[in-house]
């Protein structure tokens, strides 16, 4: 398929449960956005950030089966592809092809493809790589707390988005779309190497970028709480594609960067 025009990316390949990924004639597993997801054609899927040519047939898919799964507890359950994944409690679902997984509670709820994840408490949801839950319970409009890891490498001072739990074709955060969240994003920044005259290795600063997201709006503001050494330029903020939301840092040219963060949700539904 040739690219479109205006489009740097194009489809790469199709796995087995419908997800695509795409390349720019050299990186090859790429997500793409919303928006260059349908400009391809294809169905653009908001709570999990992935593009999708088809929806997996559950009944051509039980042949995956799920493997050294344990569960403690009635009504709970797991999607085809599931490995590794404990449960005690009850009505609790992994929703497929997730692996090293931990739900204690009830009414809890695991995201298609999201791996390494733990929820705890009463009606949370894990949307992404390696994250931490803790459902609020049977409350009119469900609540919860959440935390996940960050991290990104600059080399110049383009801003660039940080990826979820290190997945490098992880950009996107994805969210409920009928959530509104609060956030406080920690982030620690220290220079590798680079040649840029000014400063050197061993620079390095912690920034804090806290605010509140609903839709495609985030009110936020970034405070750089500590710093030794030159940092002129370094930063971090929310960017938007569409409805995708993304954490991009920024460094200096000349400059090796490497990012980590830790992500704290308090997510309401509204």
Known sequence: MSYLTGYTIKPYEINSIGEVFFTDGTNNEI??????????GYTYDKASGTCIAFRPNLQLTRSLHNINNKFNGLGNSTEPGCNMIQINGANNTTKGFNTNCFINGDGNEIAIGVNNATVLGSNGTALRDGEFVIGSGNVSQPMQFSNFFLWQKTLNNAATSMTVNGNKNQLVIPRESNAIINY?????????????????????????????????IATEAVTTIA???VITGWTVASAFSGSDWEIKVTGATGMDITWGAIANFYELQI
Do not use: E, H, M, W
């Not at 997500?31 to 391809?40: H, I, M, P, S």
């Not at 994003?185 to 997201?213: E, N, S």
């Open 227 to 229: 710093s030794s050494g």
């Open 184 to 216: 406080t994003i920690d982030v620690t920044a220290y220079r590798t190497g680079g040649v840029a005259p000014g400063g050197g290795v061993g620079d390095r600063a912690i920034f804090k970028l806290q605010g509140i997201i609903k839709t495609n």
């Open 31 to 40: 997500r793409a956005n919303q928006l260059q997801c349908q400009a391809y």
